[in-house]
């Protein structure tokens, strides 16, 4: 009777959850994937037509394009900043409390988070003053300044904008954790190289860098899934142009079922664009799993007895 009882309590204690993740995450993917096999549109009726939806994603040549764009967009912001500069920021500032102390190096991590702290339609106004075609723009008032011509960024350099603008942004999450794992290594190790007269990038190349391994990797598939989901940034700044060159395919989805006046409101292959960005998803987290052997990360540690 304690047994069931206890059964019970943990039941009781657990049902709040459960019924949340029922109701806002098992439903609706449930819906979702039925839906995919309609060709439901603003009318909202259930028609199942099979797999033609799937079918027809084989042979849309936007998505063709799309999908290049989202490989451009995901791995050109992941290596330049979510990782890469993510990491030069936690060197920089980890050298900085190193020499300094604490408090600069605070100060400077606190305004590479400021705008993960704003709200994004807020932090696209201003890239967009920063990006204005017209001499009115940060960057073209520069270039004003020097006697040259405005450049239209956007036009000119759409990948580009997006991946610089979404990386600022990524590379503090990367921050933050490349600088916590830099600090929590013992300082014996910096020491023992020090002795042997290794300097401060060797200290990095050797030390830093091999007992921050999972730290970088875990970065790297994280950030790797956001982005195949993210465009709220691509919307605000080009919509997705000129001429789809800044389409991703969350975007693309988007933009299938609610994409403003033009959009075709084709809800049953926007679901479909949505399940194959999930597949996309699945199979990038295995092959992160296995080639970077996450399971070694989660395994009970050996510890030897003598």
Do not use: C
Not at 184 to 206: F, K, M, P, Q, T
């Amino acid at each position: 009777m304690t047994k069931k009882r206890g059964h019970f309590m943990i039941f009781l204690l657990l049902a709040p959850a459960l019924l949340i993740t029922l109701t806002f995450y098992l439903v609706p993917g449930i819906l979702t994937g039925a839906m995919s096999f309609t060709n439901m549109d603003h009318r909202l009726t259930w028609n199942f037509v099979g797999f033609s939806n799937y079918v027809a994603m084989f042979k849309d040549t936007i998505l063709s394009r799309v999908f290049w764009n989202t490989i451009l967009y995901v791995f050109g912001t992941l290596l330049l900043f979510n990782v890469t500069f993510g990491l030069l920021i936690a060197l920089a500032t980890s050298y900085i409390a190193e020499r300094h102390g604490e408090k600069p190096s605070l100060f400077f991590r606190a305004l590479w988070l400021l705008p993960r702290f704003t709200p994004p339609i807020v932090y696209g106004v201003i890239w967009l003053w920063i990006l204005d075609p017209t001499r009115n723009g940060l960057l073209n008032g520069v270039l004003n300044w020097f006697g040259q011509k405005p450049v239209s960024w956007i036009s000119e350099f759409p990948m580009a904008v997006i991946v610089l603008t979404n990386g600022v942004i990524g590379a503090s999450f990367g921050m933050i954790l490349f600088y916590s794992a830099i600090t929590s290594i013992s300082r014996e190790y910096n020491w023992a190289a020090a002795v042997d007269g290794a300097g401060w990038l060797h200290r990095i190349r050797y030390v830093t860098l091999p007992l921050i391994r999972w730290p970088l990797l875990f970065v790297t598939a994280y950030q790797t899934l956001s982005l195949l989901t993210s465009y709220e940034y691509i919307l605000i700044l080009t919509g997705g142009g000129p001429f789809y060159k800044t389409t991703v395919w969350s975007l693309y989805a988007y933009n299938e079922a609610f994409g403003g006046y033009y959009a075709s409101y084709r809800f049953g292959y926007a679901t479909a664009l949505t399940l194959g960005l999930v597949i996309v998803s699945i199979i990038a987290s295995v092959i992160y799993w296995r080639v970077f052997r996450f399971r070694e990360m989660m395994s009970e540690p050996k510890i030897e007895v003598i």
